[in-house]
Each structure stands twice: as structure tokens, then as C-alpha cells.
């Protein structure tokens, strides 16, 4: 991937598309997500890249997590946004093995430069998490465009008090949730030039002004 300059956001290249079926999946995909008429749920027990310039929401939940993947059970960060959460720019990778000697792995690439993507509420079960100064892309100074602005902070509150809507997974596993576990919570959040590696979001929606979906190997 490169990166445009003074954006901070990846640009995904080399594409090259596998075949018809997966090039009218994607285009149905597409064209529910730009139309509002679908959420989504995107999951990987070999985890996946989430990159974003930037994430607002009302809200923001993390404690710490657990995700069935291969190998067994694995800690995370689990976080919640709030229902209003919005990204500026979205690119998603996902390597995938076909079980074909000739393809191998693949990448499947979800891309998206629109600077104003309403996703409602996220919930993140991730590998890692980090946020960096969007100002180093711009003018080197330390302005109001840090890696991470939050109001309203609560350090060690418990998990119980934090409010989070899911406690388990979408099979009905444990998320790692602990009633009394340590949590943190926020108010107003805006995350800058977002990175994570995870093994599932849930979005409440996703509504897009364009949408780029395809395959690389």
C-alpha cells in the first residue's frame, strides 16, 4: 500500500480481479452499502486491517476482550462507539486462503474515500488498536489534530457501570466481559489515522458516497 500525501489515508494498488462470480458479489455488496440497506459484520479468525484517517463518535467504550480464532482463544481490546459514529475514510484488508494451489492466498480489499461515512455504533474485537497525530501528514505542529481527543474520561470504572450492549459473541461465546473487569469510558471521541488489527466489528450501519470492493493476490 502507499499513502497520498498530507491525507494519512492508504491507498490500496496492484489490484487484479478472480473471476465474474466474485466481481457480481462485490458489485450486489457494493450497491446495498451505498444505498443504506444494509449494517454489516466483518469477521476473521486470522484477524484483518481496519485503516481510517479518522473516527468521531458521542461515545467510547474499551475493556479488555476475547476472540475464538484459530489456535484457540485469544485476548483483546473490545470497544464500543456511540450510535452516531462517523469515519472519515475507510480501507479494510482481509487475506484469504482459496485452497487453490495456482491462487493460494488472496486479499480481499473494502475501500471507501468518503470523508463522511455514518457507521451508527461499532463494536470492535481487535488484536491491536492505535491512533497517531494527523498533523505529522500536514504541518508538523502539535495542534487540535492530535493522534486522540476524548472529554468526559473514566479510567478503572467497572465493566458493569460502562453500559456495554454485548457480552457475548454472535454465537453466544464469552467476549471476555467481566461485570466488576476494568473498563474505560469517554464522551465525545475523535480518533485520528485509526490502525487495528482485528477479529470482528459490527457496524450498526453503513451508509457510503462511494465504495471500492476487490481481490488481489
Known sequence: MEKDEGTGRARLLHSAVLGVPTALAAAG????????????????AQGFTLQSSAIN?????????????????????YAQTGSDTVADGVDITAKVDTGL?????????MSSTDESISLGAIVLNARDLSVADRDTAKNATNGSNGAAS????????????????????????????????????????????????????????????????????
Open 29 to 44: 455488496l457494493g450497491a446495498a452499502m451505498l444505498h443504506g440497506a444494509v449494517g454489516a459484520t466483518l469477521s476473521s
Open 57 to 77: 463518535s458521542s461515545g467510547l467504550k474499551i475493556r479488555p476482550g476475547a476472540a475464538r480464532v484459530a489456535g484457540g482463544d485469544k485476548a483483546t481490546i
Open 101 to 109: 494451489p495456482v491462487i493460494g492466498t488472496v486479499s480481499l480489499l
Open 150 to 217: 476524548l472529554s468526559d474520561v473514566d479510567l478503572g470504572i467497572a465493566q458493569s457501570l460502562a453500559g456495554f450492549d454485548h457480552t457475548t459473541d454472535a454465537e453466544g461465546r464469552s467476549s471476555g466481559y467481566q461485570a466488576a473487569g476494568f473498563a474505560i469510558t469517554a464522551g465525545t471521541s475523535v480518533l485520528n489515522n485509526v490502525d487495528a488489527t482485528a477479529y470482528g466489528i459490527h457496524l450498526a450501519g453503513l451508509n457510503l458516497d462511494n465504495l471500492s470492493i476487490r481481490v488481489t493476490n
